[in-house]
């Protein structure tokens, strides 16, 4: 994240794909993460026979991102709830041996609770964002010593799901060219 001058916000901004957090005003920010339903609904869909196929061995397939983009979403909705009903908490790191043994059960989940659960976390994270009061989106949690506001959550989890929307894209067309 990035911030210019002294008062300004730190937006999430990645030069992979673009995502610049500060182009969204607060409607549009969880309009966005909506929006993610129907996009994420239409590439499963018509993945067709290479859901499950990775495009290179090293690069997770339309389904294992999905899974995965499903698990990161609801983890922000856990650091939204916390942050808008504690003071301050504080969470510790999510390491990668969490996120790996998440993967691993990949396999043995079926498409429907898949897309059911994304639309779920993405449904969750944008009504309890948007139920909040005028005001609470800078209420924050620490994560690994770092503070995250609601604002900087929902970014993340938008630029997140967003960035692995586009890696499905690109690994479908080189897996059907």
Do not use: K, N
């Not at 996120?99 to 449904?123: C, F, K, N, R, W």
């Not at 005001?135 to 989890?157: P, Q």
Request: net charge negative; charged share 25%.
């Amino acid at each position: 994240m990035t911030a210019t001058g002294p008062a300004a916000r730190a937006h999430e901004r990645c030069s992979q794909c673009g995502f610049d957090g500060s182009r969204y005003d607060d409607p549009e920010l969880l309009a966005a993460i909506r929006a993610l339903i129907p996009r994420w609904q239409e590439l499963l869909t018509s993945a067709g026979p290479e859901l499950h196929d990775r495009p290179q061995p090293e690069v997770w397939s339309a389904f294992e991102y999905a899974a995965h983009s499903r698990d990161i979403t609801a983890l922000h909705v856990l650091g939204v709830v916390a942050a808008l009903q504690e003071d301050e908490p504080v969470v510790g790191d999510i390491g990668d041996d969490v996120i790996q043994s998440a993967a691993d059960a990949y396999a043995d989940e079926h498409l429907p609770d898949v897309q059911a659960g994304l639309t779920a976390e993405l449904t969750g994270l944008a009504d309890r964002a948007g139920a909040a009061a005028p005001g609470a989106w800078s209420r924050g949690l620490v994560i690994s010593g770092t503070r995250m506001d609601v604002r900087a959550l929902l970014e993340h989890a938008l630029h997140d799901s967003t960035h692995h929307v586009a890696d499905v894209e690109r690994g479908l067309v080189q897996l059907r060219s």
